[in-house]
């Protein structure tokens, strides 16, 4: 069975960091892209960054110079290294995970709250 799972969120003052996990299983992980998304309450879920099985990255505007999107095919795992946080930030961050075809995944999605 296809599973993501998300861990490392939480609560953190403007300003700090964290890094989000997300541990595949069930899929070709390494021909995956793959990605972290968000979605504030009410809000549309929308990308962050995402990591091809070529070694491109991307990321959105918001999150260019503060996030860095890595990959360890070794562990299946994606991460989400996040800096200088801000309380726009804070948002449920869903990771992502497409293999070579249309098929593709999602994550329960794992807390983050940028607050004083």
């Known amino acids: 069975q296809v599973q993501l799972v998300e861990s490392g969120g939480g609560l953190v003052q403007p300003g700090g960091s964290l890094r989000l996990s997300c541990a595949v299983s069930?899929?070709?992980?390494?021909?995956?892209?793959v990605g972290w998304y968000r979605q504030a309450p009410g809000k549309q879920r929308n990308l962050v960054a995402t990591?091809?099985?070529?070694?491109?990255?991307n990321y959105a505007d918001s999150a260019k110079g503060r996030f860095t999107i890595s990959r360890d095919n070794a562990k299946n795992t994606v991460y989400l290294q996040m800096s200088s946080l801000k309380p726009e930030d804070t948002s449920v961050y869903y990771c992502?995970?497409?293999?070579?075809?249309?098929?593709?995944?999602w994550g329960q999605g794992t807390k983050v709250t940028i607050s004083s």
């Open positions: 992502h995970a497409q293999p070579d075809g249309p098929a593709n995944y």
């Open positions: 069930g899929i070709s992980f390494a021909i995956s892209v």
């Open positions: 990591f091809t099985r070529g070694g491109t990255t």
